[in-house]
């Protein structure tokens, strides 16, 4: 009994003990700096959209490359929204008929994979898709689950997932979760790993039940750091390769903020746009795109007011013009940057509206187009008269790559 | 033995700050929502669909211009 008499000083000489409280304190300040490694930063930046000039996307871009997204006798896209790029494939979640189509880079259509019911092994409707080491995770809100698929479309397996309609990613050993402001949860993002939540960003009360699906959603960069633009917000959430909320950035457009509080008030009718338009105010950031050495920002305004900014990596503004105008191959390419190949910025259009330009005929035979617009044309002649779709790929210019 | 049962517990302590700092998720209760959702049009604007449409099958209600 004498034994449980423990008295550490009697164990310990004081060597060892000083031995063992410093490596406790190292411990210690080892967690200490883990902890403001995920300090959730915020870091504010401002820009000043009236001095912003009217530019040319050639000071964006180097050149444009058309791929008609080709349709076979059964399979064409209803409503294409998110488009992934991975391993010299084309992903894209058909919002219609939540399927994801796979195409080549030449715009052939590969594969298809299908809602088909209920059951075991099967989705029924998509919130979002993720594609991580070589799989394809798609999440079902309705049937409560993640159905993975390999990258020729084959099942794999499927797992239980809590969560309702989500835009979610799927990284190593952890998931990234924006809940559409669900009012079970008090935050609008959350981390889970299989043995820890984080949640990150608090839901205001005036968001509860604001669903809102963006078609780039989380993106992730080499470096596997994701990011994320904030929906009805002016931030973007920077998480590290561990899903761990690293940065908030959030932009500050000074006079031309839509105030949270009032545009709620103001609801979504006419009221709401017209305040909007009339005072030019930046509703959200329409389009955030994480290319492989630079960010871009698109700003769609009410008032027509159209604004690109480039960030380099230190989130310096390199570049930032409005209303720019289709220098390249003179196409109205006035689409919102939809999706991004990390060197490209690209845009979905419809072959209806593409093949409406008017002055079609007449720029198709300018000299010096940097574009494939001829060729594109002559080859897919037949196709673009019939409802399909398009992406134009806008490479960025070298010297933003530096 | 006993050093040894030390070291681990005060290990143990140090790390269970983390363990305590966790959030807890909330039941799974409730259906689907049935809420409309808000998208982007490739031209930037926002129209609102009810989705998902075959599970309500009250397709677009307000579509891209």
């Not at chain 1, 609801?267 to 709401?272: F, K, L, R, S, Y």
């Not at chain 1, 769609?300 to 480039?310: F, M, P, S, T, V």
């Not at chain 2, 966790?22 to 129209?47: F, N, T, V, W, Y």
Request: glycine share 6%; hydrophobic share 35%.
């Amino acid at each position: 009994m004498n034994k449980l008499n423990f008295n550490i000083w009697e164990e310990f000489n004081s060597s060892q003990i000083r031995l063992l409280l410093l490596s406790l304190l190292l411990l210690i300040s080892c967690e200490v700096k883990d902890l403001e490694r995920r300090r959730n930063e915020v870091i504010n930046i401002e820009i000043d959209l009236d001095s912003f000039k009217e530019g040319k996307l050639s000071d964006l871009y180097d050149s444009i490359y058309y791929v008609l997204l080709k349709p076979d006798s059964i399979n064409f896209l209803a409503d294409p929204y998110k488009v992934k790029f991975y391993k010299n494939l084309i992903y894209i979640r058909d919002a219609f008929h939540n399927s994801i189509f796979a195409y080549d880079q030449k715009g052939n259509f590969q594969y298809r994979i299908n809602s088909t019911g209920k059951g075991p092994n099967e989705f029924f409707t998509m919130d979002d898709f993720s594609i991580n080491r070589d799989t394809i995770w798609i999440k079902d809100g309705v049937l409560k689950k993640e159905v993975a698929f390999s990258l020729t479309g084959q099942f794999l397996l499927e797992k239980a997932n809590v969560f309702k309609r989500a835009m979610f990613y799927k990284g190593n050993n952890f998931n990234l979760y924006y809940l559409n402001n669900d009012p079970e949860f008090d935050f609008r993002i959350l981390r889970k790993t299989a043995h820890e939540v984080n949640p990150y960003i608090l839901r205001p009360e005036y968001l509860i039940n604001n669903i809102f699906s963006d078609p780039v959603g989380f993106q992730s960069n080499k470096d596997m750091e994701v990011y994320f633009n904030l929906p009805n917000d002016y931030s973007v959430l920077k998480f590290d390769s561990l899903g761990f909320l690293d940065t908030q950035y959030v932009f500050d457009f000074g006079i031309k903020n839509f105030k949270f509080e009032d545009r709620f008030k103001l609801g979504e009718g006419i009221d709401h746009f017209d305040y909007s338009e009339e005072n030019g105010l930046v509703e959200s950031i329409t389009s955030f795109l994480v290319l492989d050495k630079n960010y871009i920002i698109y700003i769609r305004r009410n008032d027509q007011n159209k604004e690109y900014i480039l960030f380099n990596q230190e989130f310096s503004q390199s570049y930032k013009g409005k209303n720019l105008v289709n220098d390249l191959d003179f196409t109205p390419l006035n689409e919102m940057p939809w999706s991004s190949t990390g060197k490209e910025v690209v845009y979905l259009m419809n072959t209806s509206k593409f093949m409406s330009m008017s002055n079609l005929n007449e720029i198709k035979n300018k000299p010096g187009l940097k574009s494939n617009l001829n060729h594109f044309l002559n080859e897919n002649s037949s196709n673009l008269t019939e409802e399909n779709f398009i992406l134009a790929f806008a490479k960025v210019k070298s010297k933003f790559n530096n | 033995m006993r050093k040894i049962a030390f070291i681990v517990l005060a290990f143990a302590l140090v790390t269970s700050s983390q363990v305590f700092g966790q959030a807890s998720l909330p039941g799974d209760e409730g259906g689907p929502r049935e809420s409309p959702e808000q998208r982007r049009c490739p031209d930037g604007k926002i129209k609102t669909v009810c989705e998902p449409h075959d599970y309500l099958g009250c397709g677009d209600i307000k579509g891209c211009a």
